[in-house]
């Protein structure tokens, strides 16, 4: 059976991409022929912040560049048995909504989760332009799971953390050594 969407696109930043990332964008896949990956917070000029989520913006929350986490999710989604052909990575200015014609299709649906202000922020971008949207669920902030700035603080400290991430992600952000530029970032602020 085909899935319900031609094509879908989802977000995030992926700031490190763990676990629960891959599940929600298997989610997404699941529910589309094509993927469209948008990365958020792509670059510092194309970052507004947002007080929705006042933290997301800030350099500790982002040490991996966009083509870092473009390898990332690209090589996730291929371990995890999507086909290249299957998905693409785009940036995604998620809080600048007048620029996403410029990098996703509009008449795809736009898939997202919500598990705060943000969450429902982000939703209403999508609505104010238009879009189709889908949300794949709402959970309380609780209930997330795991989150990016755990992972963070676990490589930042040197306590485990590779549980928490695919194997192909643990692989390149050891080659990256990020622990060690997440401790220089810390000492920055």
């Known amino acids: 059976m085909s899935p319900p969407y031609p094509t879908g696109v989802i977000h995030g930043r992926f ?3 763990h676990n629960d990332h891959l599940r929600y964008l298997l989610a997404g896949k699941a529910l589309c022929d094509h ?3 948008g990365i958020t917070n ?8 947002e007080e929705a989520d006042p933290k997301r913006s800030s350099a500790l929350a982002n040490p991996l560049t966009y083509f870092e986490r473009l390898l990332l999710v690209r090589r996730t989604l291929e371990e995890a048995g999507v086909g290249p052909a299957e998905f693409s990575v785009v940036p995604l200015p998620i809080n600048l909504p007048e620029l996403y014609r410029y990098y996703t299709p509009a008449d795809a649906v736009f898939f997202l ?3 705060d202000d943000w969450g429902r ?9 238009g879009l189709e949207t889908h949300v794949l669920w709402e959970v309380r ?3 997330k799971g ?6 963070r603080s676990r490589m930042a400290a040197g306590e485990p953390w590779e549980h928490l991430v695919p194997p192909g992600v643990a692989a390149l952000v050891k080659a990256w ?4 530029r997440l401790r220089n970032l810390q000492g920055q602020g």
Do not use: C, G, N, W
């Open 121 to 129: 922020k982000k939703l209403e971008y999508f609505r104010s332009l």
């Open 141 to 143: 902030p609780e209930e």
């Open 113 to 115: 989760s919500i598990y």
């Open 42 to 49: 792509p670059d510092p000029t194309h970052t507004r912040k």
């Open 177 to 180: 050594d990020l622990p060690t």
């Open 15 to 17: 700031q490190v991409l």
């Open 35 to 37: 993927l469209v990956v």
């Open 146 to 151: 795991i989150s990016a700035a755990e992972v």
